[in-house]
């Protein structure tokens, strides 16, 4: 089944290889802090198998309401200069809670793309719907992720700006 995908973006008035360094590397547990009761902040990870900067490691995403995810990187590129561009992707599975009993699983794209001398940062987050819980995904619990993700990237691109 195709991918139901949101997407947002925010500017930061740094290169893309700062805006990279702080964002890519940063706790998410201080970006991600959660939308209202109905999506729980991340709290911590765990299983960790890498540095956390290459295709293939994996990691399990701990949330506030008791919930997990389990994540692995598909693509890192660090911006090699002022005026390069970033991608920051990775696969999202194995999630608990009210997720786990609509999608199989998502993946994140992040892109840091110059735009004179800021960083334009894209964020793009799809869900792969369960059989017959794609309206779900897409009008129940799309509005709500998207002010989510609206509201968290504002917060990445605060600390991108070195806020």
């Known amino acids: 089944m195709e991918l139901v995908d949101f997407t947002v973006a925010g500017e930061a008035r740094v290169p893309p290889l700062t805006a990279f360094d702080r964002v890519v590397t940063r706790d998410d547990s201080t970006l991600f802090l959660g939308y209202l009761t109905v999506l729980p902040a991340v709290t911590g990870v765990s299983e960790q198998t890498g540095p956390w900067n290459h295709p293939g490691e994996q990691r399990t995403v701990h949330l506030s309401d008791g919930g997990r995810f389990r994540e692995e990187i598909t693509r890192y ?38 735009v004179g001398e800021a960083t334009r940062i894209r964020w793009t987050y799809g869900f792969r719907p369960l059989p017959g819980r794609r309206f779900i995904v897409a009008h129940v619990i799309g509005p709500i992720w998207l002010r989510y993700m609206k509201r968290s990237m504002a917060e990445c691109v605060r600390v991108a700006s070195g806020s």
């Open 77 to 114: 590129v660090r911006p090699e200069g002022p005026g390069s561009r970033g991608w920051f992707d990775y696969r999202v599975t194995q999630y608990t809670k009210l997720l786990g009993r609509l999608v199989s699983d998502a993946h994140a794209s992040w892109l840091y793309e110059p």
